[in-house]
T-cell receptor, first 115, second 114 residues
Framework: AQSVTQLDSQVPVFEEAPVELRCNYS??????LFWYVQYPNQGLQLLLK??????LVKGINGFEAEFNKSQTSFHLRKPSVHISDTAEYFC?????????????FGAGTILRVKS | DGGITQSPKYLFRKEGQNVTLSCEQN?????MYWYRQDPGQGLRLIYY???????QKGDIAEGYSVSREKKESFPLTVTSAQKNPTAFYLC?????????????FGSGTRLTVV
């Protein structure tokens, strides 16, 4: 079964510091990977996605992620965070099921940016 | 602008009541989804519809029901059989095989049992 593991439930960081949110997936087939952000009491917004090609993917709000097939990881990074980046971040992987493809989400990582 | 509209934003349910959460999209997407979100548990799939008049149970369908009479609409009913309905509910939509391209989400409905 394909699954997603987000290794940290919460990540506290000071403003303007770099941050990495970790995501590992289990899969033996081609993967499509996604990062979403959720602000309090809102829906999920797509940050970036890896479908194929370059393993370094750039997204919105200055975030980027690197697909590492050998380590089955898709970690999210930002070189300098802002207070406004405080939110919950979800990693997701596309899996095949009997009705086509669906997204399976990790448990989420809460990023807390402190001043 | 195209998007997904969920209503209401907040909903309170008494014990034993059925309630219906609305989800409407104008993205012309074929596939629609309902997820339940609880703290620390990520998103769990309740129901999925890939075409009008067809839908499938997800991982936690017990106590929920859906209909898909129109492409634009995918309402979710939380029945009295759902023993712990307090949660944040998210609706999403996508093109076919949307798992390969990502979903568009609504802003959610927070349901509380009172």
């Amino acid at each position: 079964a394909q699954s997603v593991t987000q290794l940290d439930s919460q990540v506290p960081v000071f403003e303007e510091a770099p941050v990495e949110l970790r995501c590992n997936y289990s899969s033996s087939v081609s993967v499509y990977l996604f990062w979403y952000v959720q602000y309090p009491n809102q829906g999920l917004q797509l940050l970036l996605k890896y479908l194929s090609g370059s393993t370094l993917v750039k997204g919105i709000n200055g975030f980027e992620a690197e697909f590492n097939k050998s380590q089955t990881s898709f970690h999210l990074r930002k070189p300098s965070v802002h207070i406004s980046d405080t939110a919950e971040y979800f990693c997701a992987v596309s899996v095949r099921w009997e009705y086509g493809n669906k997204l399976v989400f990790g448990a989420g990582t809460i990023l807390r940016v402190k001043s | 602008d195209g998007g997904i509209t969920q209503s209401p934003k907040y909903l309170f349910r008494k014990e034993g009541q059925n309630v219906t959460l609305s989800c409407e999209q104008n993205l012309n997407h074929d596939a629609m989804y309902w997820y339940r979100q609880d703290p620390g548990q990520g998103l769990r799939l309740i129901y999925y519809s890939q075409i009008v008049n067809d839908f499938q149970k997800g991982d936690i369908a017990e106590g929920y029901s859906v209909s898909r009479e129109k492409k634009e609409s995918f309402p979710l009913t939380v029945t009295s059989a759902q023993k712990n309905p307090t949660a944040f509910y998210l609706c999403a939509s996508s093109i076919p095989q949307g798992g390969n391209y990502g979903y568009t989400f609504g802003s959610g409905t927070r349901l509380t049992v009172v």
